[in-house]
């Protein structure tokens, strides 16, 4: 496309960007910089001041593909890219269609299994309970915890270790592996876009999942990786519950906790512990306690990180213990019902 001898194919991106700010005037050109980064900003107000003129043709033509961009966005959130595809096959033409595609996928990087993320999660397990632990492993990998954690669940019990391992396990998945499970799932979707390695589950990805995931199922993963992955159930236990998460227990909990823990190793681990934790454990003490603990504090001077850390995990460790005991209740998204 051209406009007054000038090829839109022709100027960079921060050029259209330049001169899409510039039309969309003062007002909402501030309300979208208040969204870009610093370097961004920066090197599109110096575009904007150094574009003199910009012929009618060129504004139009750099708005109306702006336009098309928003267009396919829009239809690829709301079902795919072969959703997208065919509906801008229609209004624009299978060439220009695949222009658009092209060109947005290869900027934005469409996350895979995107059509999987719009599933319900009934539906989702129904869709993937019978496959294979490791494509089960690679879908789940990609969504948020909270659904992943709800299929989780829900998967037959022989089958919830087995997946969890796989996750965490997990490191860089091959693009073409990845464009092979999709077309399984999802036949008429588009091929990948981005042609590098994908980064994706890790022993992070199951920790998010096992924190947001029913009491029972995390216990039942556990006691398995326990057996068969001592070292990585360890891994994952130590990232489950940080000291510093004692902010989400309630008063009571919290109350239940210091009673079990060493005044000494108190004031160790708090050494180091930032403002909210220091005030949420001290509101749950006595007056006198509370100030015994913060001489201790000051006249034990500076200590060693990995000291403060191995007092931290101990008091994290009687966190766990009395979860396990029922005497407190940790919070979590899974499912885990109070009854009064």
């Not at 990609?142 to 037959?156: D, F, H, I, K, R």
């Not at 000291?243 to 050494?271: G, P, W």
């Not at 003490?285 to 850390?309: C, N, Q, W, Y």
Request: aromatic share 4%.
């Amino acid at each position: 496309m051209s406009a007054g001898g000038v090829s839109i194919d022709n100027i960079s991106g921060i050029q259209k960007a330049a001169i899409l700010l510039i039309a969309l005037g003062p007002e909402k050109s501030s309300a979208v910089f208040k969204h870009l980064k610093d370097d961004e900003i920066e090197q599109l107000t110096l575009e904007i001041a150094n574009t003199r003129s910009v012929a009618p043709e060129l504004k139009d033509a750099v708005m109306d593909e702006f336009y098309e961009v928003c267009l396919a966005q829009q239809y690829i959130s709301e079902g795919g890219i072969g959703y997208a595809k065919e509906l801008l096959d229609k209004a624009l033409g299978e060439e220009k269609a695949n222009n658009v595609i092209g060109r947005l996928t290869a900027s934005l990087q469409v996350r895979p299994f995107e059509f999987v993320r719009k599933a319900d999660s009934s539906q989702l397990l129904n869709f993937i309970k019978y496959e294979h632990p490791q494509t089960i492993a690679l879908i789940l990998a990609y969504l948020p915890s909270a659904q992943a954690s709800t299929v989780v669940g829900s998967l037959p019990p022989e089958k919830q270790a087995d997946v969890a391992k796989r996750i965490a396990m997990m490191d860089r998945t091959s693009p073409d592996v990845i464009k092979e499970v999709e077309k399984v799932l999802e036949r008429k979707l588009a091929a990948m876009a981005n042609q590098e390695f994908t980064t994706v589950g890790g022993v992070d990805a199951i920790v998010n999942i096992l924190n947001t995931v029913d009491r029972s199922t995390e216990k039942h993963i556990m006691e398995t990786l326990e057996i068969e992955e001592p070292e990585l159930a360890d891994e994952i236990r130590r990232k489950m519950f940080v000291f510093e998460d004692i902010l989400t227990l309630d008063n009571r909990s919290i109350q239940t906790v210091l009673r079990e823990v060493d005044n000494n190793e108190l004031a160790m681990a708090l050494k180091s512990a930032n403002e909210q934790v220091q005030e949420a454990v001290f509101s749950n003490l006595s007056t006198r306690l509370s100030a015994m603990i913060k001489e201790d504090m000051e006249f034990m001077g500076p200590v060693r990180l990995k000291d403060v850390e191995d007092a931290q995990q101990k008091i994290v460790n009687i966190i766990r213990k009395l979860e396990d005991a029922g005497e407190i209740v940790i919070s979590r998204g899974g499912g885990d019902e109070i009854v009064v």
